[in-house]
């Protein structure tokens, strides 16, 4: 009776095993902390093979930002069912990104804390991911301008300040509630939620808040 042959693990399996490991160590810990053999040993393998398979820290870490921003990005697109109303839409949204980020908080982290703190080439990742999740919610609040007006009557600058200003918002929030207990992704999205549709809902309904009349410089307010 022959021996029992087993088969190798495939290489891209292996890198995505070696990759988990580098989220949890860098989410936890950051990239300059984090060594080599340390992420080998979570990971299963020896440190040389981590090296066969990427040279070095740095294309570790790109190669940990890339997957992270593809399924955080992938996660809040396909949270969105295309034929509901525009507030459905912006909740499912909110959604999917809250509920995406409180499963992954390495990676989470790994996104909003270590990546940008970096420098080049880290922050190019992440300003990459981040350009294609404002545009994604700029095409949502047009959704929305569309339905209150049969055509967008928002300026595209105007889109473009809301869509960063949301953006904005979520990530914070996700950040506070991943490191508050008791916090759920739902309440975190209908926190959000009603932040801000309450003021969009108004601007779609032709009732923007418009700041007070400020004196003529040189002129006294009596």
């Not at 300059?32 to 040389?48: H, N, Q, V, Y």
């Not at 740095?58 to 295309?82: K, M, S, Y």
């Not at 994604?136 to 869509?163: Q, S």
């Not at 801000?196 to 307010?221: C, F, H, I, K, T």
């Amino acid at each position: 009776m022959g021996a029992v042959r087993t088969g190798r693990m495939p290489r891209a399996v292996r890198e995505q095993q070696m990759l988990d490991a580098v989220v949890q160590i860098f989410g936890r810990r950051g990239h300059t902390a984090a060594s080599m053999d340390e992420i080998a040993e979570l990971a299963g393998i020896s440190e040389p093979l981590v090296y066969l398979y990427l040279n070095s820290k740095e294309d570790l870490f790109t190669a940990c930002i890339r997957r992270e921003a593809a399924a955080l990005t992938g996660a809040v697109r396909d949270g969105v069912r295309p034929g509901l109303s525009a507030d459905r839409q912006l909740w499912e949204g909110l959604r999917a990104f809250f509920t995406h980020t409180a499963r992954h908080p390495e990676g989470w982290a790994v996104l909003h804390l270590q990546a940008r703190t970096h420098g080049e080439p880290f922050a190019a990742e992440i300003a990459a991911m981040r350009a294609e999740i404002v545009a994604f919610v700029a095409e949502l609040i047009l959704v929305a301008a569309r339905e209150a007006h049969h055509d967008p009557a928002l300026p595209e600058r105007d889109v473009a300040g809301l869509a960063e200003a949301l953006v904005g918002a979520a990530e914070s929030l996700a950040a506070w509630a991943n490191a508050t207990p008791g916090v759920t992704s739902r309440q975190a999205a209908a926190t959000l939620m009603n932040f801000a549709w309450a003021g969009l809902g108004d601007l779609m309904e032709n009732r923007p808040w418009s700041p007070p009349v400020e004196p003529a410089r040189g002129q006294g307010r009596g």
